[in-house]
C-alpha cells in the first residue's frame, strides 16, 4: 500500500476524509432535524434530545475500544466492516417507525461510528507510510473535515461586550496589576534596605514591619474602609 502511486492514494485519502466527515456531520444534521424528527414520530423533550445524545455518548464511550480493535484485526478490514455497519445503521435511522427503535438505532450507528473513525486514521497513514510530505498533506486534509470547521472570537467578543463584563475585566487588570507590582517591589527595596544599608532605627523597624505581617488582613481592612467611607471614595478607583 505504501508503494501506490498516481490517483490511487490521493483517492482513498479523499474516501477517508469524507468517512470523517460524514462521522462527524451526523450529529449536526440530527441536531437540526430534530423539530421534524419529533413531529413525525410525535416526541418531545429529553426523548427527542436522546436522540443526538444515544449517537454521540455510543461514539465517544466507545471510540477508545473501537481503535483497539481495529489495531488487533487490522484497520483496513475494520473501515469496511464499520462502513458498512454506519451505512446499514443510518438506513435503520431513517426508516425508524418509533422513538425508540430510532435511539437504538443511534446507538448502533454511534458503534460503528467509534469503529469507523479510528479505523480511518490507520488507513489512512497507512497510505502516507513512506512520504512525509504526503502524510503531512493528508492530515491536513483530515483536520479540515474534522470540527471545528471555522475558529471565530464572535462567542468572545459577545461575553465581553455583555452586562459589562468587558469593563470589569479592565478595571481587574488596573488592580490586579498594580497590587502584585508594588508588593514585589517594595519588598525588593526593604530587602535591601534591611540587608546592606545602616541607618538609625533600622531593626526597631525591621521588628515593626514583620509584626505588621502577622496581622489578620481582616482588621487592617475594617478601619480603612471606615475611613473610606467617611471620606466618600468607597468604591472608586482612589480607594482601591
Avoid at 451505512?87 to 438505532?105: D, E, N
Avoid at 473513525?117 to 498533506?137: E, I, K, M, Y
Avoid at 462567542?155 to 488592580?175: E, K, R
Avoid at 514591619?209 to 481592612?221: A, I, N, R, S, W
Wanted: glycine content about 8%; some cysteine; proline content about 5%.
Amino acid at each position: 500500500m505504501s508503494h501506490n502511486t498516481g490517483n490511487s492514494p490521493r483517492l482513498g485519502v479523499a474516501v477517508l476524509c469524507v468517512a470523517q466527515f460524514v462521522v462527524v456531520l451526523d450529529v449536526t444534521l440530527v441536531a437540526t432535524a430534530l423539530p421534524a424528527i419529533g413531529a413525525d414520530l410525535g416526541v418531545a423533550g429529553g426523548r427527542l434530545g436522546a436522540v443526538v445524545t444515544a449517537y454521540t455518548v455510543a461514539m465517544a464511550g466507545l471510540l477508545l475500544l473501537g481503535g483497539r480493535i481495529a489495531d488487533v484485526a487490522g484497520p483496513t478490514p475494520m473501515f469496511r466492516l464499520a462502513l458498512l455497519g454506519f451505512a446499514v445503521t443510518s438506513a435503520a435511522c431513517a426508516a425508524a417507525p418509533s422513538s425508540t427503535v430510532l435511539i437504538a438505532a443511534r446507538i448502533a450507528q454511534g458503534a460503528a461510528a467509534a469503529l469507523l473513525s479510528p479505523s480511518a486514521l490507520a488507513v489512512l497513514q497507512d497510505l502516507t507510510r513512506d512520504d512525509g510530505a504526503a502524510r503531512r498533506r493528508a492530515l491536513g486534509w483530515w483536520t479540515a473535515f474534522a470540527p471545528p470547521y471555522h475558529f471565530t472570537l464572535q462567542n468572545y467578543t459577545d461575553v465581553v461586550n455583555s452586562s459589562g463584563i468587558g469593563q470589569a475585566f479592565v478595571n481587574s487588570l488596573f488592580i490586579a496589576i498594580p497590587a502584585t507590582i508594588i508588593p514585589i517591589v517594595v519588598a525588593a527595596f526593604a530587602a535591601y534596605a534591611f540587608s546592606w544599608m545602616e541607618f538609625p532605627g533600622r531593626d526597631f523597624l525591621f521588628v515593626v514591619v514583620v509584626g505588621l505581617l502577622v496581622v489578620p488582613l481582616q482588621m487592617t481592612l475594617i478601619p480603612i474602609l471606615k475611613a473610606f467611607a467617611a471620606w466618600g471614595i468607597t468604591g472608586e478607583f482612589l480607594s482601591v
